[in-house]
């Protein structure tokens, strides 16, 4: 067997620089008060010697572990299923990879993971966490707030209780329903329906709050609940039918739902758009673009709320360990776009 060679140590580190050993610590570690030729020095002979930190020495010094937990609260074959949880991960990946800080993954298969999960995040492995795809009746919030970490959420907060200080990232998931409906009014239709997503998520009873501002005196026959996924479109739109044979357009909570939604339709020999028109929301281009025909859809910035998301809780972190001064970070909502394609 190969032996393996000795890690570099930070006294080897001092010993090729021609410092002290306090001062390799502090420009390892991202202190103050060093002149900036010897941090050259000390950085050319971590370099040259391929020093690596000893995390958790470091974690002592800067009180930092450079590693953050997201969480999703969806079992593990939803999310590896739904292209809007890989687009999120990305954007938040990208952030905290700049950032030199490593991502620990936890998802959430029930109640018993609910507690692994708050056990893990109060046993101080991580900076803060990232959490998303929350359920009204979820219980993390409250086991989140007891581990005492700094927390940035994906979307509105539903839950009860103390909302103070609450960080949050969203889209204008009310204002970009309210477009996607005004368009289909505007293109004549009158019997618009609406598949929402699940109803115990914020993103969807906003969603369907922007609905019913414009179908303000809508049949609530054209309004069927559905979960965000291609399964409950189907579903759903063949109850739609069932009801309401005379509808001529369709508002999906979400382009999965949509995508199910014009597979029903077009088995039911409905010309989409001749007879129904249909509009998503994401604009997820492997969805969007590959529908027949292609979706029109609400896009949201995906990609982009995993970044803020990161931005914000690492600011957040900043102010914690003492690194940054400033105002703490305040909640996001970012705006939708509609775009335009064949389906409507």
């Not at 739609?240 to 949509?258: E, G, I, M, Q, S």
Request: aromatic letters at 4%.
């Amino acid at each position: 067997m190969t032996e393996t060679a000795p890690r570099p140590t930070l006294e080897a580190v001092a010993a090729r620089a021609g410092v002290s050993r306090a001062t390799v610590s502090r420009v390892v570690n991202g202190g103050d008060g060093v002149r900036e030729p010897l941090v050259e020095r000390v950085r050319k002979a971590v370099e040259e010697l391929g020093y690596v930190p000893n995390q958790a020495a470091r974690s002592l010094v800067t009180r930092r572990h450079d590693a953050i937990a997201v969480v999703v609260a969806e079992p593990e074959t939803r999310v590896f299923a739904d292209p809007f949880f890989a687009r999120q991960l990305r954007g938040i990946s990208k952030e905290l990879t700049a950032h030199d800080n490593q991502l620990v993954l936890l998802l959430t298969e029930g109640r018993d993971d609910h507690a692994r999960v708050g056990r893990y995040l109060a046993g101080g492995h991580v900076d803060g966490a990232l959490v998303f795809s929350l359920h009204l009746d979820d219980p993390l919030p409250g086991l989140i707030q007891r581990a005492g970490v700094p927390t940035v959420f994906g979307g509105r907060p539903g839950w009860s209780g103390d909302q103070r200080g609450v960080v949050y990232v969203d889209s204008d998931n009310r204002g970009g329903a309210r477009d996607a409906v005004r368009h289909l009014a505007g293109l004549g239709r009158t019997r618009i329906a609406h598949i929402t997503g699940a109803l115990d998520q914020t993103s969807a009873v906003d969603r369907l709050d922007g609905y019913r501002d414009v179908m303000v005196d809508a049949d609530p026959g054209l309004i069927v609940e559905g979960d965000f996924t291609p399964t409950g479109g189907e579903r759903a739109m063949r109850e739609l039918l069932a009801r309401c044979p005379d509808l001529d357009a369709v508002f999906a909570a979400n382009d999965l739902t949509a995508a199910g939604a014009l597979r029903v339709l077009r088995a039911s020999g409905r010309r989409v758009p001749d007879d129904v028109a249909v509009v998503g929301f994401d604009d997820m281009l492997p969805v969007a673009e590959q529908t027949d025909p292609a979706l029109t859809t609400v896009r949201q910035d995906i990609e982009e709320m995993g970044r803020l998301m990161a931005r914000l809780l690492l600011r957040g972190v900043d102010r914690r360990t003492g690194e940054r001064v400033g105002g703490a970070p305040s909640s996001v909502v970012l705006p939708t776009t509609l775009v335009r394609r064949a389906s409507a």
